[in-house]
């Protein structure tokens, strides 16, 4: 029998990581006294997001939303969206918050030919949002002197506090969790502006996944959202409901990028 894998690694630092081992051990439980097979004891923490993603035994996962729309190798089913309840996150949307140091200039305008950090080009968060809100100012189709991709939005930060980078894109989730967590990080840092919004990460299973395990997923979300048993775990993930719904919550992430191939901007520079 072959041994399904599982993952929470889009939010998964310091606390975060008990509570989502809480919270997988409770899903798995259900899936489990529903007959599931294969249910995986503990999260995946060895391998790459990616990794996990692409692997056609992935049981249950979370995806950024601008590569489940942009890549044409994933091939994932929505079980679900997660609403977070933190400053630029509610009802199943989120945004990022564009910082800089605190120290630094206090208008976007100004950081034309400064240098950019960001946790991945394939982030909606990092890249794609930021990319949709510069747009409208760029000139010539490029704005940054540099553009620098350090793998997390964590990392960003640190480059931002340590002065190797200027600005970035902070998803608002993630930066309530530094906010919590790290305070001193945050308070180096200026907010700029905001993003527009887009829907928060999904909760995804691989498309091959049989329906029968789709359906006692989507059951087993449903009842951890609203265990009481879990409400301490929920608190720490900033986790208030899970939402159904499919992959057209995603179709205005891949608008945005479509509107800055428009404006004459189609990669973050």
Same mark, same amino acid.
């Given at each position: 029998?072959?041994?399904?894998?599982?993952?929470?690694?889009?939010?998964?630092?310091?606390?975060?990581?008990?509570?989502?081992?809480?919270?997988?051990?409770?899903?798995?439980?259900?899936?489990?006294?529903?007959?599931?097979?294969?249910?995986?004891?503990?999260?995946?923490?060895?391998?790459?997001?990616?990794?996990?993603?692409?692997?056609?035994?992935?049981?249950?996962?979370?995806?950024?939303?601008?590569?489940?729309?942009?890549?044409?190798?994933?091939?994932?089913?929505?079980?679900?969206?997660?609403?977070?309840?933190?400053?630029?996150?509610?009802?199943?949307?989120?945004?990022?918050?564009?910082?800089?140091?605190?120290?630094?200039?206090?208008?976007?305008?100004?950081?034309?030919?400064?240098? +950019?950090?960001?946790?991945? =080009?394939? $982030?909606? /968060?990092?890249?794609?949002?930021? #990319? &949709?809100? *510069? %747009?409208? !100012?760029? +000139?010539?189709?490029?704005? =940054?002197? $540099?553009? /620098?991709?350090?793998?997390?939005? #964590? &990392?960003? *930060? %640190?480059? !931002?506090?340590?002065?190797?980078?200027?600005?970035?894109?902070?998803?608002?989730?993630?930066?309530?969790?530094?906010?919590?967590?790290?305070?001193?990080?945050?308070?180096?840092?200026?907010?700029?502006?905001?993003?527009?919004?887009?829907?928060?990460?999904?909760?995804?299973?691989?498309?091959?996944?049989?329906?029968?395990?789709?359906?006692?997923?989507?059951?087993?979300?449903?009842?951890?959202?609203?265990?009481?048993?879990?409400?301490?775990?929920?608190?720490?993930?900033?986790?208030?409901?899970?939402?159904?719904?499919?992959?057209?919550?995603?179709?205005?992430?891949?608008?945005?990028?479509?509107?800055?191939?428009?404006?004459?901007?189609?990669?973050?520079?």
């Amino acid at each position: 029998m072959t041994r399904r894998i599982a993952s929470l690694g889009m939010y998964d630092h310091g606390p975060q990581q008990a509570a989502n081992d809480r919270l997988w051990r409770e899903i798995a439980r259900i899936l489990r006294a529903r007959g599931i097979s294969g249910v995986p004891l503990d999260l995946e923490r060895s391998r790459s997001l990616s990794a996990v993603l692409h692997a056609p035994e992935l049981l249950f996962g979370q995806v950024c939303g601008y590569p489940l729309v942009t890549d044409t190798t994933l091939a994932l089913r929505v079980l679900g969206t997660p609403v977070y309840e933190v400053p630029g996150a509610q009802g199943g949307v989120h945004r990022s918050f564009l910082v800089a140091r605190h120290d630094d200039a206090a208008t976007l305008d100004t950081y034309r030919d400064r240098r +950019a950090a960001i946790n991945g =080009f394939d $982030s909606n /968060t990092g890249m794609n949002l930021l #990319r &949709a809100t *510069i %747009a409208p !100012i760029a +000139a010539g189709g490029r704005f =940054f002197a $540099s553009v /620098t991709e350090t793998g997390s939005h #964590r &990392a960003s *930060i %640190a480059a !931002i506090v340590r002065g190797d980078a200027d600005i970035a894109a902070i998803d608002s989730v993630t930066f309530a969790a530094v906010q919590r967590d790290g305070p001193e990080a945050t308070a180096a840092l200026r907010i700029l502006a905001s993003t527009t919004e887009s829907a928060t990460p999904p909760f995804v299973t691989a498309r091959a996944t049989p329906i029968e395990t789709v359906a006692a997923l989507r059951v087993a979300l449903a009842q951890v959202a609203e265990d009481p048993g879990l409400a301490e775990t929920r608190a720490t993930l900033f986790l208030t409901a899970i939402t159904s719904g499919g992959t057209e919550r995603y179709a205005p992430i891949r608008a945005l990028e479509i509107d800055a191939v428009v404006a004459g901007y189609p990669e973050l520079r």
